[in-house]
């Protein structure tokens, strides 16, 4: 009786101990899993600001476009209505001119508009491209199967009660 229990006492020490060192293996890949998660995160933090900052900046850009064109609009037409009036003309073909020039200035307002919404898409896709690579690129945990406490005790006593069970076990060949 006494070497049964001393077998099934050493095969539940030896499950206890397996699967400590099934749970010591995990944790560790586990932490090597989120140190490489927390890499991905901030090289996709870095990536995301300097995507923003060149956003800004083209913000900036097109801005100062629009103020450069308006300012300039303003020196034209200026200068159109003083010519007029120094010359003494008038009338219809002087708001032609005016016209023609602010048509010029629609257009060119237009275009600008036009390559900020350009400019918008391609950062969004951009930025959608990025945010898709970041969550593709993450690891997950593992979690694995390790037998807890009972499991092992009943492991061990099953096991150690079929081993007495097929030394009694007598076919009678």
Request: hydrophobic content about 40%; proline content about 2%.
């Amino acid at each position: 009786m006494w070497p049964l229990l001393a077998s099934a006492g050493f095969s539940f020490i030896q499950g206890q101990l397996q699967s400590k060192a099934l749970a010591q293996q995990s944790i560790a890949q586990n932490k090597a899993i989120m140190q490489a998660n927390k890499l991905n995160q901030a090289k996709t933090g870095y990536q995301l600001g300097l995507l923003r900052v060149q956003r800004g900046q083209q913000l900036q850009n097109l801005a100062q476009r629009m103020t450069d064109l308006g300012t300039q609009e303003l020196s034209v037409l200026g200068s159109a209505i003083n010519n007029a009036s120094a010359s003494g003309t008038g009338g219809a073909s002087v708001d032609a001119v005016q016209t023609d020039y602010q048509m010029q200035f629609n257009r060119a307002r237009a275009q600008i508009q036009q390559e900020n919404e350009n400019l918008a898409y391609n950062f969004n896709a951009n930025l959608t491209t990025l945010l898709q690579n970041a969550t593709e690129s993450l690891y997950q945990p593992e979690r694995p199967n390790i037998p807890s406490t009972l499991q092992n005790l009943v492991g061990s006593v099953l096991g150690t009660g079929s081993k007495y069970a097929m030394s009694r076990f007598n076919l009678g060949i």
